[in-house]
């Protein structure tokens, strides 16, 4: 008997290099489950672009569909060229998650929140059915589903590991279907302690928990033995949230003799949890840098944005204590709040210029589903929950008059003036410390990717069909 197909989409635009940097390991857990729960007789796939092409050469049985809502439009389309074919099409991810009110007509099922057992429970009513029957679907938590033409939602799936903390029954993502580069990433915690008006990821994971220091060794073996993988980033929200797990890594990792080796490793932290044992830590497991949301340079901005326990002086400690510790220091920063000024985004772009960072990425604040500031802006009348879904994935260089924007105080051109200067600072920062930093290893990958997305954008190498310009479906 054959196996059973299926093909896993990451609806992301395959033009857009920030898109494209690292493997999509979500997905990569889906498939690992169901690689353990059915074995040899399910065939997967997983693909980012020329889906038509796919379907053709795949003749899937069923289409599983991941997305992001800035991506949505993306999604639809994919699902619809699946629904053209005949294939049932089960939606994933964050956007749907948020807003399962927006499953089209062309999707028979949504996976609401954490996917790895839904997942599996579906594909057994499918394998059962050869289709998702209501009939069948209505047993199955965590999923919404069309039932004589109405939406319906079943009961909250229990996020894995909720009583023990713990995501260690999960096994390692499907990496042998993505690409694999010397510099690749790892999640290893879900959740996150903070939770910041703009942010959708805490919305998505309700709380936290963590693979143990062991699991997180023989994967970082796993990378080294299996993929020649040299370098890691932690894609946690809060890497070092849990300050007793990360001694026990450090442990683990100084017993392997990794940083002898020249194994090198990154995060991302908040500026709150940077102290000097923490950095001391770090440095000892050779983490080259680290990633803050440091969002503002005015106090009022940051409060509004992240909360009071979050401080201006704070995030400039941080910034010294990695600088003394030889730890590139990299940082995020939010112009665009709604009360914001231009003194106040002044303020933010003298705290960039006068602190010593390696790497800044400089972000228009945009309302994403089921944050703060997505209800704001419903309130408003800027977003509604079935919007032209482009708006929120259009370049803010080139797409400024169209973009969806939350400021009442700085116009639209005074904001991309602002917006632009703040990016020419980003690059003679990025100038000055590339001559010795660890991403020199990507420089030749990222400035190609860079080049051709700035092509695109700029429709040079627009071609027709797809959602804004994505020409290979």
Not at 6 to 28: D, K, T, W
Not at 64 to 84: T, W
Not at 273 to 295: C, Q
Request: charge should be positive; hydrophobic fraction near 40%.
């Amino acid at each position: 008997m054959e196996p059973t197909r299926v093909l896993f989409v990451n609806a992301v635009n395959p033009h857009v290099e920030s898109q494209n940097r690292y493997p999509a390991l979500g997905i990569g857990y889906l498939i690992a489950m169901l690689r353990r729960r059915f074995g040899a007789s399910l065939d997967i796939r997983l693909v980012e672009s020329q889906v038509d092409a796919a379907i053709r050469e795949v003749r899937p049985h069923l289409v599983a569909i991941s997305s992001v809502s800035p991506n949505y439009n993306v999604a639809k389309l994919y699902a619809s060229l699946a629904r053209v074919a005949g294939i049932p099409v089960v939606m994933g991810g964050y956007h749907i998650t948020e807003l399962p009110s927006s499953l089209t007509a062309d999707m028979d099922v949504a996976v609401i929140g954490e996917g790895e057992y839904t997942i599996c429970e579906l594909l057994e009513v499918f394998l059962a059915e050869g289709s998702f029957p209501a009939r069948s679907l209505a047993g199955i938590a965590g999923i919404a589903y069309w039932s004589d033409g109405q939406l319906v939602l079943t009961a909250p799936r229990e996020v894995i590991g909720k009583q023990t903390k713990s995501l260690d029954e999960l096994p390692m993502p499907a990496r042998d279907l993505m690409r694999i580069r010397p510099h690749t990433n790892m999640l290893t915690s879900r959740g996150c302690p903070y939770n910041c008006t703009f942010c959708a990821s805490t919305r998505f994971w309700p709380s936290i928990r963590y693979l143990s220091p062991e699991y997180m060794i023989e994967e970082v073996k796993h990378l080294i033995r299996d993929f020649g993988v040299r370098y890691v980033t932690f894609h946690d929200d809060l890497f070092i949230a849990n300050v007793n797990r990360l001694r026990g890594f450090h442990e683990l990792v100084l017993k392997e003799g990794l940083p002898k080796q020249g194994f090198r490793f990154s995060c991302a932290s908040s500026a709150t949890r940077i102290t000097e044992e923490m950095a001391r830590l770090l440095k000892e497991m050779n983490f080259v840098s680290i990633s803050m949301g440091l969002e503002s340079g005015n106090q009022e901005v940051l409060t509004r944005l992240k909360g009071p326990a979050f401080k201006v002086d704070i995030n400039r400690n941080a910034v010294d204590i990695l600088r003394r510790h030889g730890i590139h220091a990299h940082a995020s920063f939010i112009i665009g709040e709604t009360n914001e000024t231009l003194d106040q985004m002044m303020q933010t772009y003298r705290f960039i210029k006068d602190n010593p960072f390696s790497l800044v990425n400089i972000y228009v604040l945009m309302p994403l589903p089921g944050t703060p500031v997505w209800h704001e802006a419903k309130a408003r009348g800027l977003v509604t929950d079935d919007m032209d879904w482009d708006l929120l994935n259009t370049s803010f260089e080139l797409g400024w008059r169209d973009v969806v924007l939350m400021s009442t105080k700085v116009s639209r051109e005074q904001l991309h003036g602002m917006y632009m200067k703040l990016r020419r600072l980003r690059l003679a920062k990025m100038a000055r410390a590339m001559i010795n930093h660890p991403f020199q290893m990507d420089l030749a990958s990222y400035g190609t990717a860079k080049v051709k997305e700035w092509a695109h954008r700029a429709g040079i190498l627009r071609a027709p069909g797809g959602s804004r310009g994505i020409a290979e479906v």
